[in-house]
């Protein structure tokens, strides 16, 4: 694909948003996520039932990408070097043959259907973005971006994912039912003859590449912040550390991005300054993974969003 000079990044990138629309009805939020993971250098966790269009999320953003994508099926007997690669005899040598991680684009399907051991090959490349391998550390291309898809942890079968590697995303995004309109605009378009594994006969095109993201990259990085609203974002950090009904509050991985996130949504809606709202819509998603509720209060039927929704209700806004 080549890339118009004529058109911004911002245009580029929100152009991704009308391409998967073709295949993919609502889930608007969601796919607003993901476009921000891209624009910081983020990975993101999608949780939902199955049959919510999880994957044909991920892979219909894909396809409107000029970037290299692979998937992974992560299934119980998935082996690490599955993932990362390993050493093969060739010709009287070893060399290393890249597994799927080396991409710029990678699905992790179902991730949290295969054992710990295997979970834990993404933690290097989700945070280092390399791979070590028989002590030899190989970078990851450029971009690099991981959406795992997982279906609820009290699913049968599951994994839960340990915390040191849910803090490697940047979002937890949960996929919702769609609406009753939105459903009937789904099997419209199935009766019409949509086949979601056949996006090209969608109409499923690349609209944007690696120049686009790292553009609109550094244009959010020079989004304005003032430092009453860096404040802001500290104190919503430290006060889920301090919340009774939490046995895990956010570490400062996770306030430094929630304050990305936040930029980012600020850069897509157009403005140039991040404000505090921006940083309460980007807080939910950002932080959702990263508390650990008392097993008490869990038992009350308290969940991480309502905890958090408290929270964003108590702490001063900066005005």
């Not at 490349?125 to 791979?131: K, L």
Request: glycine share 8%; aromatic share 4%.
């Amino acid at each position: 694909m080549d890339r118009d000079p004529s058109r911004s990044p911002r245009e580029a990138v929100l152009a991704l948003r009308d391409e998967v629309g073709k295949v993919v009805v609502g889930q608007d939020g969601v796919l607003s996520g993901l476009v921000a993971a891209l624009l910081v250098r983020g990975h993101v966790l999608l949780e939902g039932v199955p049959g919510v269009a999880k994957t044909l999320l991920v892979k219909t953003l894909a396809a409107a990408l000029d970037v290299e994508t692979r998937r992974v099926q992560f299934t119980p007997d998935l082996m690490p070097s599955d993932v990362t690669g390993q050493l093969v005899l060739e010709g009287g040598d070893f060399r290393f043959r890249p597994g799927p991680v080396f991409t710029n684009l990678l699905l992790a399907d179902e991730v949290n259907r295969t054992p710990p051991k295997t979970q834990a090959a993404l933690l290097e490349a989700m945070e280092e973005r390399q791979v070590t391998v028989e002590g030899l550390a190989r970078p990851l291309p450029e971009p690099f971006l991981v959406v795992a898809t997982q279906n609820p942890v009290e699913y049968e079968g599951t994994y839960p994912l340990p915390e040191a590697q849910l803090d490697r995303f940047l979002f937890k995004l949960v996929v919702p039912y769609p609406t009753a309109e939105q459903e009937q605009d789904i099997l419209a378009r199935h009766h019409a003859g949509l086949d979601p594994h056949d996006l090209h006969a969608a109409g499923v095109r690349p609209v944007a590449g690696a120049a686009d993201l790292e553009a609109g990259r550094r244009e959010v990085e020079s989004v304005r912040c003032d430092p009453t609203v860096i404040g802001y974002v500290v104190a919503l950090a430290r006060a889920t550390r301090e919340a009774p009904s939490l046995a895990l509050g956010v570490s400062p991985r996770g306030a430094t991005m929630l304050l990305h996130a936040a930029k980012a949504w600020t850069w897509l809606s157009g403005a140039a300054f991040v404000t505090p709202d921006a940083v309460k819509a980007m807080a939910r998603p950002t932080f959702r993974h990263r508390i650990q509720l008392r097993p008490e209060v869990e038992l009350e039927g308290a969940t991480p969003d309502g905890v958090l929704e408290g929270i964003l209700a108590t702490v001063p806004v900066p005005r």
